[in-house]
């Protein structure tokens, strides 16, 4: 069992719910997706036992080789290889690692080589796995790739998304089996769930809501949900106690049972939402 | 020589865009006949690598010299391999910032601006 936690907007609680999920439902595997800013670790307090370093394949043109033609700058779709009399230059960080400037060349004069952009961190017994992508990278895709190698089949997977609805969370997001979509009763959370729940739709992957910082004044995203027959499946309140527990790195769940209790209720929702 | 001046519009008389990579047009210049051609900068409203686009073009134009507001660290990269000279113009014509140049009255840039500057239109 495979569950993506997203949510459009940021900041919504992704890292709580799935935190919280994770403490709540016994053995598992929670993966930090989240690879510009993990923070899972905070609530999970993991002892980190392997650091994978994480490559991606740049070109390097051989002197020796090269002509100075220009094909393999032409053929580069993301403006990273200037051919500068006769010489090429290569600006690793636009590189995009597609390979097209490989077939390009004539000459067989490029080949690649790896450049490290961040790593994924493993703890002893393969319960919590995280990425970090390098300050200043901008491609998250390789490490998310790298971090779904490694997915575990014998207990139930949970992986903390990065925010927005772009590339990173389709790549975290695919091959799952259910998705809880977070958002808070704001205009900007009801926006971008709308996103997420057109994205996901796309994807044809079942899925429901979480409804954090629930107020009785705002009921904007319940009555989204009950347009479209989408699932509420846990509200958490708006609440300075949750919120300043937070702050200190404390997940409701830790010390009190009953919101254990609802969490485990959530997993048995995903679990049912998932055989539909 | 054949020198190139970043521009806002498509004539003599526009303004010189401060950016240098996502600028909107480039006005290619031949200093003796002080005859202009202007070409669109395919490159203006591209994802990334605008700097590197725009800096070969320059190579492939056979330009000598460069008149910009600004220019970030690629297109520096690329126009600095390439021998290629950048001078400081300012906010008038095209045509006035090329009288400028040719009475060396501009300033030579060695400095770049960081990464991504132009994209808020280059204002600091």
Known sequence: ?276 | MKVCLSSNGNSSDSIMDPRFGRAAYFAIADTDTMMFEIIENSAAASGGGAGITSAQLMIDRGVKAVITGNVGPNAMNVLKAAEIDIYRGSAVSIKENLDNFNKRMLEKIDATVPEHHGMQGGQK
């Open chain 1, 1 to 276: 069992m495979k569950i993506a936690v997203l949510s459009g907007k940021g900041g919504t609680g992704k890292t709580t719910v799935s935190a919280s999920l994770a403490l709540s439902i016994g053995k598992c595997q929670y993966v930090d997706c989240d690879v510009e800013e993990p923070n899972g670790w905070v609530f999970l307090r993991p002892e980190i036992k392997n650091t994978i370093p994480v490559n991606v394949l740049v070109p390097e043109a051989d002197a020796l080789k090269c002509n100075g033609c220009g094909d393999c700058g032409k053929a580069c779709q993301f403006h990273a290889i200037a051919v500068v009399k006769g010489k090429v230059l290569v600006f690793p960080e636009i590189c995009h690692h597609c390979g097209a400037c490989l077939i390009a060349c004539p000459q067989e004069a490029i080949r690649e080589v790896n450049r490290e952009t961040g790593v994924i961190e493993i703890n002893e017994d393969n319960t919590f796995l995280q990425g970090r992508l390098n300050i200043g990278e901008p491609i998250s895709i390789p490490i998310i790739r790298e971090l779904k190698k490694r997915l575990r089949n014998d207990v139930p997977v949970i992986l903390d998304c990065s925010p927005g609805a772009s590339c990173t969370v389709v790549q975290s997001v695919g091959g799952c089996d259910y998705c809880i979509l977070v958002t808070e009763p704001t205009p900007f959370g009801l926006h971008d769930l709308k996103i997420a729940v057109q994205l996901i739709k796309n994807m044809e992957i079942p899925f429901g809501v979480v409804v954090n910082k629930a107020s009785q004044d705002n009921q904007s995203v319940q009555e989204f949900c009950k347009q479209n027959q989408i699932e509420i499946l846990l509200e958490i309140p708006y609440s300075q106690e949750i919120a300043q527990a937070y702050s200190k790195g404390i997940l409701p769940v830790e010390h009190n049972g009953d919101w254990k209790s609802k969490f485990e209720e959530l997993y048995q929702k995903v679990e049912r939402g998932a055989r539909k």
